[in-house]
């Protein structure tokens, strides 16, 4: 095991993004997961994916003001991108890791772009043969819009709520279950995948048991939950947990909530940044599918090329049987585990009338941005896109203003981020002003 090695703050400051890999993305990814020793029968890093998700900020604006928020002190002075600069990086994003990379289109807040823009943006990645993804807090996520967003080819809707955001008359985690339950219908009969992202810290960590039993209750119209951990990074006031807030602590949590013996064992990527878990929920009961590691290691093998359709549960079991024809030994492998696992849940299907639905868990463990550490960050899988090439999140958001106040090369000219105008000239960047009512986190602390 190699010694921790934590970035300097100079290595931060004059950190280049590395050239494309040489060879296809897949066998990219293998070498970086060999090369930070993270490479094991249970990687899907280098496996399946080239990359676990690429985030596409569409504007660094956002209608809400997070304890937590992971953007600049100066994101409110940046204009949008102009979409010829989105669609560059959503063809480099392609370059970099291949099709069927995850998408991420995000912000601040993508859905303050207007509708037509964000609808040719998730064409685009479509178009690109990748899977576009909407992260947003959901305010503006009309059922129209999602209507229209599914229909350009969005494959997942991300709703990010929970207590960080201090929506006004939701003071707990179960009272925004209210909010959860308007998104959720929001998305009703679309083919979407809804997934919820919630973000853990001191103010509700005793909360995420109930909160993990609501997904539960959910899992007809929830496919993911995945829970991000406090770090003290970007422009919220709420800096480092001062309660224990883990991966193991936070598993614990997600147990007691959902009454199973969660693992939460796989890793993605580097072990210390993500843990998934993926579990059948049957009549309310929780089973965990990710409890063999020898089974899932066959699984993973036998199912590496296969594209799994995450609006569609059922098309995607047609697809990992296909890819167990194939494999009869695997299949051999796996019938006693699949035998035991549905004798455990006899009763429960009966009573379900065989109705099972799939939820997943993903604890996402972003590092504090004076506290990056080496191996991590070369062994991460869910980066930014920006103008010179993907560049790890955690990385991003420690030097944010490096790369969202760069003026952006065009086939016109320069692309000022704080005019939005385009000149001959490289604009030279001057003090980023903002107006009182576009003060958000610690400068809005610091106003006297
Ligand atoms: S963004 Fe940070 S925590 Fe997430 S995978 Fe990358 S290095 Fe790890």
Redesign the pocket.
């Known amino acids: 095991m190699t010694a921790r090695r934590i970035m300097t703050p100079a290595e931060i400051a004059n950190w280049q993004v590395p050239p494309v890999p040489t060879g296809a993305p897949l066998a990219a990814a293998r070498r970086r997961m060999e090369a930070t020793g993270q490479w094991h029968k249970l990687q899907s890093m280098g496996r399946r994916f080239a990359m676990?998700c690429v985030a596409l900020e569409v504007t660094q604006r956002c209608n809400l003001d997070c304890t937590l928020c992971y953007l600049s002190d100066h994101s409110e002075a940046v204009r949008d991108l102009p979409l010829p600069e989105l669609f560059r990086r959503i063809d480099m994003i392609r370059d970099h890791y291949g099709p069927n990379t995850d998408v991420q289109v995000t912000g601040g807040d993508p859905t303050l772009r207007p509708r037509d823009e964000l609808a040719a943006i998730v064409a685009r990645i479509r178009d690109r043969g990748m899977r576009p993804a909407l992260l947003t807090n959901g305010i503006r996520a009309t059922p129209d819009l999602l209507a229209q967003l599914g229909q350009a080819g969005l494959v997942d809707v991300a709703f990010h709520v929970d207590m960080t955001q201090g929506r006004a008359g939701f003071a707990t985690e179960a009272a925004l279950n209210a909010i959860r339950l308007d998104y959720i219908a929001r998305a009703a009969g679309l083919e979407l995948a809804v997934m919820f992202n919630t973000t853990v810290f001191d103010g509700n960590f005793s909360q995420i048991p109930a909160l993990a039993g609501f997904f539960v209750a959910q899992a007809a119209q929830v496919r993911l939950a995945s829970f991000q951990l406090q770090a003290a990074t970007g422009r919220g006031t709420a800096g480092a947990s001062t309660t224990p807030i883990t991966i193991e602590s936070v598993s614990a949590q997600l147990r007691a909530g959902t009454g199973a013996p969660l693992r939460l064992a796989m890793p993605v990527?580097?072990g210390?940044?993500?843990r998934y878990a993926m579990t059948a929920v049957v009549n309310g009961a929780v089973h965990d599918l990710y409890d063999d590691d020898a089974v899932l290691a066959g699984l993973l093998d036998a199912s590496a090329g296969t594209e799994f359709d995450r609006r569609r549960p059922w098309r995607a079991v047609a697809a990992l049987a296909g890819a167990l024809l194939a494999r009869p030994g695997v299949v051999a492998r796996t019938l006693p585990w699949a035998t035991r696992k549905l004798w455990a849940m006899r009763r429960d299907l009966l009573a379900a009338r065989l109705r099972v639905h799939k939820l997943s868990f993903f604890l996402?463990?972003?590092?504090d941005a004076g506290c990056?550490?080496c191996e991590?960050?070369d062994?991460?899988?869910?980066?930014v896109a920006t103008a010179a090439g993907p560049v790890?999140?955690?990385?991003h958001n420690a030097r944010r203003d490096a790369y969202i106040l760069q003026p952006v090369a065009t086939g016109r000219g320069w692309w000022d981020p704080l005019s939005g105008e385009v000149t001959a000239a490289k604009p030279s960047g001057g003090p980023v002003r903002l107006g009182p009512k576009t003060l958000k986190g610690r400068l809005k602390a610091a106003r006297p």
Do not use: E, K, Q
């Not at 790890?392 to 990385?395: D, I, K, N, V, Y």
């Open positions: 676990g990527g580097h210390g940044c993500n996402h463990d972003f590092m990056l550490d991590r960050i062994a991460c899988v869910f980066s790890s999140m955690c990385l």
